[in-house]
């Protein structure tokens, strides 16, 4: 179990699907491309059940979409968690948290745009500053936490 930014969250096992002390809901996946879809299946289900727009949950669905690759490809390897909260049907937040890796491009969101069509890579991030009204990004305990919420 660790302590996440609202409350403790307890993996039961790999896949699974648990409630913490704030009713936010939480997936692991394993590092691998395949992992995104399921991840973003998670977040689409559960943003839908939350009440959220599907303008909101197209949103958040490729905010963690390159979150998730932004983890697969820079990450450590380790397991991804992703949580999702619906604090109310206008606020929504979804954090990707992986293990930390030298090779992480820079995590500061104030110098996030999109690359220029010309690059092979560099979109993912520069997408979600345009997407989260908020974006926070976190390191404790070996693991990177990134938040983005989208309150319209």
């Known amino acids: 179990m660790h302590r996440g930014e609202h409350g403790p969250v307890r993996s039961m096992y790999r896949g699974s699907v648990m409630t913490t002390s704030t009713e936010q809901l939480a997936g692991h996946f394993p590092s691998l491309p395949v992992s995104a879809r399921h991840a973003r299946a998670l977040v689409r289900t559960e943003l839908r059940q939350m009440g959220g727009t599907d303008e909101a949950i197209d949103d958040l669905d490729l905010v963690v979409s390159e979150l998730m690759a932004n983890a697969i490809q820079h990450g450590n390897g380790s397991d991804i968690l992703v949580t999702v909260d619906g604090r109310s049907a206008m606020w929504f937040a979804v ?58």
Do not use: F
Not at 103 to 118: G, Q, Y
Not at 123 to 147: F, K, N, P, W, Y
């Open 95 to 152: 954090t990707v948290s992986n293990g930390v890796a030298a090779s992480l491009p820079s995590m500061d969101p104030t110098k996030w745009a999109v690359a220029a069509t010309e690059r092979p890579s560099g979109r993912g991030l520069g997408i979600i500053r345009r997407l989260a009204d908020e974006i926070d990004v976190a390191e404790s305990a070996g693991q990177l936490h990134v938040t983005c919420r989208r309150r319209r």
